[in-house]
Structures are given as structure tokens and as C-alpha cells.
């Protein structure tokens, strides 16, 4: 029997409808768990608890994608060899951003971050989650196009970012300008494109964040 006999092309959705009141705690619920997301820039070296990054990566390749081509490959890496690596080739493209290629207007927008060339994170966070975007896939020699790629990884990571956050983790949304060290360091193959570097673990003891103001509510809504 082929895998088509086998497996229904259509099955039954699996949806609950709930009471208003109970959509609407729940809502608040998630609401004000996301409002706590931060981004870290200060890890403690503590491990993580054993299956919690497999829970977080299976979460994010739930993540819906063009025409379910699912274009994300997440490279984990935690060997300290590696991750030192990481930070020195990180580092390296930071120092030029920092010296010669930011603007003036990019400068002054990172100033409240309070960021630097400097990337200790990469080594101390337990673990580092690469995500790289797959352009195309290779198939039998025939390349086989991945359709919007970069809204599809996008989704996906935010995905990741909420479930890492949901578990009870801290993490970073890395992009070093520009980021084909990782490709090599991480021998990925061609038709992968560094997408997101996403150090990952528990905040260090003392940990402080810019102090941020997000849009409210009639500031990213238009109501018609
Ligand atoms: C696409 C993207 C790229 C980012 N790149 C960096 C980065 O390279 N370094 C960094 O320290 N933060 C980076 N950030 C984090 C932002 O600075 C941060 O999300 C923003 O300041 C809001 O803070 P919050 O995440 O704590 O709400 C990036 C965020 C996004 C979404």
C-alpha cells in the first residue's frame, strides 16, 4: 500500500470552541506572559533541563508556512569550543559594524540597548539556537523552490521565541551583520541562509534590561 492509500489527504480539524469568558481570561493570560518577554544579553552558564529545547523547537516547527514547505533547519549548538567560535567570528563582524559600516541614525537607535561589539553571551548561555532558512530544497539533483521563505522562518522563530519564554527560559534575538560565519563555522549546505542567532538559557543573577516603553494599544491598531 502507498503512503497516499495510507494516509487521508483531508482529516477532521481538531478545534475546541470555548465561552467568551474563558477566551477572554485566556487572552489576558497570554497577554500579560508575553508582556514579560525580554530580551537577554546577560546569561548564567547554568545547563538546561533535559528535553525542554526539543519541547521549544517542535513548537516552532508547528509554525505555520508557504505552501507547508517548512524552509528552518535550527542548528543547537552547546559545545564550548564551538560557541567560543561563535563569539570570536561574532565579535569580529560587531568591532566593523561598531567602527566603520553604522550610521549615525543606526547608532543613536541602539544607543538605549546600551549594546556594544562585545558578545560574552555567546559563550556563556548554555546553548545557542542558529536558525538558518532553507531558499530551496535539492531533490533527486533538481532544485525545488521554498516559498516565502523569510516570512515563514520569521513566523516560526517568533513561535520559538514565545514557547522558549512560555518554558520558563530567557533568550536574545542575535542578528551580527553580517552572518555568513555561521554558515561555515556550522558547515550548513548552500541552500541555507543564516536567518537568527538565538543564545538561550537563564538570565544571570542581577540581570537588568533596557528600560523599554512599548506602543500601546491605539498606536499598532487601525479599527475600520
Ligand atoms: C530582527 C531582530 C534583530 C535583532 N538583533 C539584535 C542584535 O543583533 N543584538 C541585540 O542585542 N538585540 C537584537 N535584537 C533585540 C532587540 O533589540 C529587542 O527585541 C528590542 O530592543 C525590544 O526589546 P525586548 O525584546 O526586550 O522587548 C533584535 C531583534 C530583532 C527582532
Redesign the pocket.
Known sequence: MSQSQLEPPFVPLAFERLAPEQMLARARAWREELAH?????HFAPDPLPEGLLEECLLAAGSAPSGAHRQPWTFVVVRDAELKRRIRLAAEEEERKLYTERISDEWREALAP?G?DANKPFLEIAPALIVVFRRAHELEDGQKRTNYYTQESVGLACGFLLAALHHAGLAS??????PMAFLSELLERPDNERPF?LIPVGYPAAGCE??N?R?KVLNEITVWR
Not at 518577554?37 to 544579553?41: I, L
Not at 536574545?172 to 551583520?177: A, D, F, G, K, N
Request: no cysteine; charged share 20%.
Open positions: 518577554r525580554r530580551s537577554v544579553r540597548l549594546t536574545l534575538t542575535h542578528t551580527p551583520s537568527l534590561v533596557p523599554l512599548r
